[in-house]
């Protein structure tokens, strides 16, 4: 991998600790318990954090650099071989600046919150430095502890301010997550005390290590069964339904916009770019997993009556595509798998503030209940609509962009047989097929359905408030602004996707130089060159 850039201003620990630090102070704002002064402090401390990353992307950060960037290394634990590591390449740079976008907007959502406002907004806060940490560590060991401490405030969000059933989702959140967060640490003091010596986990250091591919092969299951259920992949999801069912506004907006990211983002770090051998055998793997969540989510999607659960699994579906672009040996699928996990992000979060919104006016997230209030809430009705537009993939929107761009990257992907690709191709269609019958279905449902007499003329249904309206255009666009000129997203991680690509791409070259499976004796060359690729897996070999 190229020689980390030193980074000359501390951006991304200053984007980390920044908002931490500014938690921290919470408890000594002076509040009369409604907090009407905390959460206008929460807010300032969340855009400036914002304002922070947009300037590690500005000042800092080279589009055109494929290694990392913005790098930062303080030496913390030298026994242990734990530093303090941070940087950005294009994996990582993205979903930094998404992370603080949401939270800035999530906490904007959470104004009602009344309800214990100081520990609130403290878990908002810490929650927003820890999700940063994820992203910008370049440390397995600290990578790890950044994973782990983000999961408290989910739980904590969960447990006190959720719906009925909030203590059995919050503990099958942390039963799932930590439970499976063991594989991380186990692969990690693996791939860190591999080949004796002083432990090292620096990820450029790791990326360098000869390491076996029976090593990588047994830390690429764990960390799929650790990265799987935070994806979600099914069947690890059961926990995503559960907590959606019983979360809040702004604590969707977090897991849908940023939490389900981290297991992508986690596949392409660390099985994709670190394990490559073992991602050569493990990627059929993948897309079939990919399939698997896309149909059978959207299916069940189809059959919820729900609200949040039906979008639940709409996510779970939409995050199907993303295994299937990292599982493609291609730049093109592989950025589509990027651009998805952004997109995804951006749209989740906006569905999700909407189910909110419309809960705090029905009391119901029954669909049979929630029938003719489209005459009354009529801007909620646009908005609904648009941004379920943008989830069904409207071209024009993000979402039509990354899903054309995993399609095309696959289908055109010689590592792969031309009948493997027709039969994912095809199944995967099914679930982008579903998806606009579902959602056009529930929007016919909540607004235009039977009439729900009691509920329209005994409570009082106050159409979009401008605070509302605001939330859901800062996330439209950037939604359009994608789906309209993609390459204002896609060029600032092109050239680390072609890293990546070009890294697994050379692991199948040795893979079947290995087991001599070359045909016609030609080699697998990268795909800038000109030379034809080679059909790795053959209609002999089983998938």
């Not at 984007?15 to 919470?26: E, M, N, Q, R, T």
């Not at 537009?389 to 590592?415: C, H, I, K, N, Q």
Request: with cysteine.
């Amino acid at each position: 991998m190229p020689e980390p850039i030193v980074a000359d201003f501390p951006w991304l620990s200053l984007c980390i600790l920044f908002p931490i630090a500014g938690s921290l102070l919470v408890p000594f704002i002076p509040d009369e318990g409604e907090g009407k002064q905390v959460r206008w402090y929460a807010l300032a401390i969340a855009l400036i954090t914002f304002l922070i990353s947009i300037g590690a992307y500005l000042k800092g950060y080279d589009p055109s650099i494929e290694g990392l960037q913005l790098s930062e290394r303080v030496s913390w634990l030298p026994e242990l071989g734990l530093a303090w590591a941070v940087g950005a390449d294009g994996l990582s740079m993205p979903l930094i600046l998404l992370t603080s976008f949401i939270t800035a907007l999530a906490v904007l959502a959470a104004w009602p919150v009344s309800f214990k406002p100081k520990l609130f907004f403290f878990l908002i806060l810490a929650m927003d430095g820890g999700q940063i940490a994820v992203f910008a560590v370049q440390d397995m060991l600290l990578f790890f502890l950044a994973w782990e401490l983000e999961l408290l405030p989910v739980y904590l969000l969960l447990a006190i301010w959720g719906g009925k059933k909030r203590q059995y989702a919050a503990t099958k959140f942390i039963i799932y997550t930590a439970g499976s967060s063991l594989f991380i640490l186990i692969a990690g003091l693996a791939m860190g005390f591999f080949g004796g010596g002083s432990p090292n986990f620096e990820f450029t250091h790791l990326a360098n290590q000869n390491f076996g591919t029976g090593f990588q092969l047994l830390c690429y299951a764990g960390l799929l069964i650790a990265f799987g259920v935070k994806l979600p992949i099914v069947p690890l999801h059961t926990w995503l339904p559960d907590a959606h069912g019983e979360a809040t506004a702004p604590v969707h907006m977090l897991l849908a916009g940023i939490l389900l990211k981290m297991g992508g983002y986690a596949l392409l770090r660390f099985n994709a770019q670190l394990l490559p051998d073992a991602h050569a055998q493990f990627a059929p793997l993948l897309i079939v997993l990919g399939v698997v969540n896309i149909i059978y989510a959207a299916l069940t999607s189809f059959a919820q009556r729900n609200l949040k659960r039906k979008i639940a699994y709409s996510s779970i579906s939409h995050m199907g595509f993303v295994l299937i672009g990292i599982g493609s040996f291609s730049s093109l699928g592989t950025s589509g798998a990027m651009l998805q996990m952004i997109s995804h992000g951006l749209i989740g979060a906006s569905l999700f503030f909407l189910v909110g919104a419309t809960y705090d006016r029905t009391h119901t997230l029954q669909l049979n209940e929630m029938g003719g209030v489209g005459q009354k809430m009529r801007i909620m009705f646009a908005l609904w609509t648009v941004c379920s537009l943008a989830s069904l993939a409207l071209p024009g929107m993000s979402g039509f962009v990354s899903e054309l761009m995993v399609f095309a990257g696959f289908v055109t992907d010689d590592v792969y047989t031309l009948p493997f690709r027709i039969v994912i191709a095809s199944l995967a269609a099914v679930g982008v097929i579903l998806t606009p019958i579902y959602l056009l279905s529930m929007l016919r449902e909540i607004f235009f359905g039977k009439e729900n007499v009691e509920l329209i003329t005994k409570r009082e249904l106050v159409d979009a408030e401008p605070r509302e309206i605001y939330i859901i255009a800062s996330l439209l666009v950037p939604i359009i602004g994608i789906g309209l000129y993609p390459r204002i997203m896609t060029e600032t991680y092109s050239m680390s996707i072609d890293g990546l690509v070009g890294r697994d791409i050379l692991a199948i070259e040795r893979m079947t130089s290995d087991s001599n499976k070359i045909l016609g004796n030609k080699k697998l060359l990268l795909p800038s060159q000109s030379t034809p690729k080679l059909n790795i897996y053959t209609s002999n070999r089983n998938l």
